[in-house]
């Protein structure tokens, strides 16, 4: 079965950087694009932006764009999302998920970032 | 770009059944038949209920209909079940690759 399996929990202060985790396993990982979604406490889902692991060509939200960077090792079937800088308004559950054709399907388990000073 | 309007808040007794309405416009909802539903249990990742507006997941139950009528598309939810309780999600592609989340919807079954 699809599994998505993030990295874990992880408490950082203002100004820090963070990269967080995605592995894919169960399917050709480079066939399917990965989106990552953000979910702040008691709120609805918000999409960051989709990577593409075939070639790692990305689409931000214009919310996210500048603010965080997503990448992909393809040795690893691995996806990531990165922050220079964090702020406190980015503490959050930070959720991968792969697209079946347009939108996601399968969902990691999430992973929740803390940052305060 | 705003998210795709749902109603906050949903409730309906067990064995009723419930509809949940997602409204965009004609560059989302109204222009893809790209829609897709989930539900999120409590301190739970959300899980697929439909793709492609009215398609289901293998082994998901048939109580869960998806469909579309110009920029609104709806969660039909028959049956109610206790189970059923949770938070609901539209999406949409919009083009271009990019993803537009509805606000979501509480359902409470009484």
């Known amino acids: 079965e699809v599994q998505l399996v993030q990295s874990g929990a992880d408490v950082k202060k203002p100004g820090e950087s963070l990269k967080i985790s995605c592995m894919s396993s169960?399917?050709?990982?480079?066939?399917?694009?990965i989106s990552w979604v953000r979910q702040m406490p008691g709120r609805g889902l918000e999409w960051v932006g989709t990577i593409d692991p075939s070639d790692s060509s990305t689409n931000y939200s214009p919310s996210f764009e500048g603010h965080v960077i997503m990448s992909a090792d393809k040795s690893r079937n691995t996806a990531y999302l990165q922050w220079s800088s964090l702020k406190v308004s980015d503490s959050a559950i930070y959720y991968c998920a792969r697209h079946g054709q347009r939108l996601p399907d399968y969902w990691g388990q999430g992973t929740l970032v803390t940052v305060s000073s | 770009q705003s998210a795709l309007t749902q109603p906050a808040s949903v409730s309906g007794s067990p064995g009723q059944s419930i509809i949940i309405s997602c409204t965009g416009t004609?560059?989302?909802?109204?222009?893809?038949?790209?829609v897709s539903w989930y539900r999120q249990h409590a301190g739970k990742a959300p899980t697929l209920l439909i793709f492609?507006?009215?398609h289901r997941p293998a082994r998901l139950s048939s109580r869960f209909s998806g469909s579309k009528s110009g920029n609104t598309a709806s969660l039909t939810i028959s049956g109610l079940q206790a189970e059923d309780e949770a938070d609901y999600y539209c999406a949409s592609y919009t083009g271009n690759s990019h993803v537009l989340f509805g606000g979501g919807t509480k359902l409470t079954v009484l």
């Open positions: 169960e399917y050709s990982f480079t066939s399917y694009w």
């Open positions: 492609d507006v009215s």
């Open positions: 004609s560059s989302d909802v109204g222009g893809h038949n790209f």
